[in-house]
């Protein structure tokens, strides 16, 4: 790309996709402002609008996904406007203090990405017309005094917006296959009461599918804005207020699929990673199978068998990390401070490279091994957590630590079954959990597999678990999915079954 831009006050260095290539770069999708996980998603529907109680519990876990983001990954784009109108990013900058120049150290040297659509600055030429006057004089302030890394998907007017219309173009391929979705893979990943739950929402998906397909056919442009006024908000209202109609049958579900994909369709403009919250959709909800593949082109999956997830399985052994899960430290008290500092510590530079060197081979030999496969990862980045747990109680002085018993997760996607197995210190071998059945898979002759590794915590004596992040670190395929699944179901029916889950961690996926 080109060298810095200078525009008055305001200087830059331009970014595209091929910049990023190598790193571990998210959209993290919980600063999208009509972001609700499942629980509080259900409360909103009940009472028709947001209220005080539910705005303050979204914020706070917003601001919880925002921080994880930071320390988790190398680099994090955000959406331009939500810097500056997304409190629980400029709360950090808004005073002078050690979160403001965290902040300003974070955009320095490129971890904080802002994304530019089309526009040419990271400072809007005109404040907005929305109420963020407090957080744009902040941002103003900082840019004008901070050299920043910006993103866009070219830097050529007419290749922007020619790339722009093919991102539109694919969220819009999306909705008009709403009518395609497997009801199996609905229900695991809405979390949905039961199978005529699943074929009820998709009866729904259909109606909005045949609308967005006539649409589309007029000749007319199909939006985000456009989808939520017509199944989603109450009529008549403005959707930046949030006043979800609990009277449009399964607006919930047609609202989480249709943010997880907006949210999704950027990461895969520029080909980074996808950051879904806790407790909502992964983005196996989208299901991408592989014909979604070959139609973007992208390369042929490696193929696998029981026979072979079996043995990645036996390889598996957590016994030297157990003393590290006896007692990990949480993250709820970190700011970005805190987070900056550990950054710059040995132990959150062996995590990134643990992870890194995972991602990069995307093999299942990699994903086995001791040294460097799913062990020294869960290793790595327990190591990180403590080092994060000293740095912040130097700054809380006095306070007494919150810790937990952990657990490592390794998880198995195949279509829309899902194999999980859980290693706790509290057990001598993994228990196993089984979301889904086999006879989904039947009509099948090939699906995708998609192996996933994750930390989390047990909750109390009951040994209920929840997972805080998972990473899908493996892209398979496998032919014959039923019989495979099967089989892989009958060998591992020995094993205890494990409590279920309280709903899922923030989630790093990508397309392929």
């Given at each position: 790309m080109a060298d810095t831009i200078d525009e008055g006050d305001v200087s830059f260095t331009p970014m595209e996709a091929g910049d990023l290539a190598g790193s571990i770069t998210v959209v993290p999708q919980a600063l999208d402002n009509q972001w609700f996980d499942r629980r509080l998603l259900a409360e909103v529907m009940r009472a028709g609008e947001v209220t005080g109680a539910v705005h ?457």
């Open positions: 303050r519990e979204r914020s706070r876990k917003a601001r919880t996904e925002y921080l994880r983001a930071v320390l988790g990954a190398e680099r994090v784009v955000v959406n331009r406007a939500y810097l500056y109108n997304n409190p629980e990013v400029y709360s950090d900058y808004l005073r002078d203090g050690p979160d403001r120049e965290a902040f300003r150290d974070l955009l320095r040297d490129g971890v904080i990405v802002p994304y530019l659509l089309h526009e040419p600055s990271p400072l809007p030429a005109e404040p907005p017309s929305f109420q963020v006057a407090e957080g744009f004089r902040a941002w103003r302030e900082v840019v004008e005094q901070t050299p920043m890394s910006c993103l866009r998907l070219s830097w050529d007017e007419k290749e922007n917006a020619e790339l722009a219309r093919n991102v539109a173009k694919e969220f819009n391929a999306f909705v008009n296959n709403l009518t395609q979705l497997e009801p199996e893979a609905l229900k695991r990943d809405l979390d949905l009461d039961d199978m005529e739950h699943a074929r009820s929402v998709l009866r729904r998906l259909r109606v909005v599918g045949r609308w967005v397909h006539d649409e589309l056919d007029a000749d007319r442009l199909v939006t985000r804005q456009g989808l939520y006024e017509r199944f989603v908000t109450a009529d008549g209202t403005n959707v930046a207020d949030r006043r979800y109609d609990p009277g449009k049958p399964h607006a919930a579900e047609v609202k989480q699929l249709i943010d997880l994909k907006y949210a999704a369709n950027l990461a895969d403009a520029v080909d980074v990673f996808c950051l879904t919250p806790a407790d909502s959709p992964r983005r196996t909800a989208l299901q991408e199978g592989l014909a979604a593949l070959r139609g973007r082109g992208r390369d042929e999956l490696p193929g696998t068998d029981a026979d072979q997830l079996l043995t990645l399985l036996r390889n598996l052994a957590f016994e030297d990390v157990q003393r590290l899960l006896e007692s990990v430290p949480t993250l709820d008290r970190l700011s970005l401070a805190d987070i900056r500092s550990t950054r710059r510590e040995k132990e959150w530079r062996d995590y990134r490279d643990a992870l890194a060197r995972l991602m990069n081979s995307r093999s299942v030999e990699a994903f086995a091994d001791h040294d460097t496969g799913a062990r020294a990862i869960t290793r790595a980045y327990l190591e990180m957590l403590g080092r994060a747990e000293q740095i912040s109680a130097r700054r809380r002085t006095g306070e007494a630590a919150d810790r937990y018993s952990g657990v490592t997760e390794i998880g198995i996607d195949i279509g829309a079954l899902t194999i999980t197995l859980l290693y706790s210190p509290e057990s001598a071998g993994p228990a196993v959990e089984v979301v889904g059945t086999a006879a989904g898979l039947t009509a099948a002759r090939a699906t995708r597999v998609g192996i996933r590794w994750g930390v989390g915590r047990l909750l109390g004596r009951g040994a209920r678990r929840r997972i805080e992040t998972t990473v899908k670190l493996l892209d398979l395929r496998m032919d014959n999915p039923a019989r495979e699944a099967r089989t892989l179901i009958d060998r591992l029916a020995n094993l205890p079954t494990a409590e279920p889950g309280d709903g899922n961690g923030q989630d790093i996926s990508d397309e392929a």
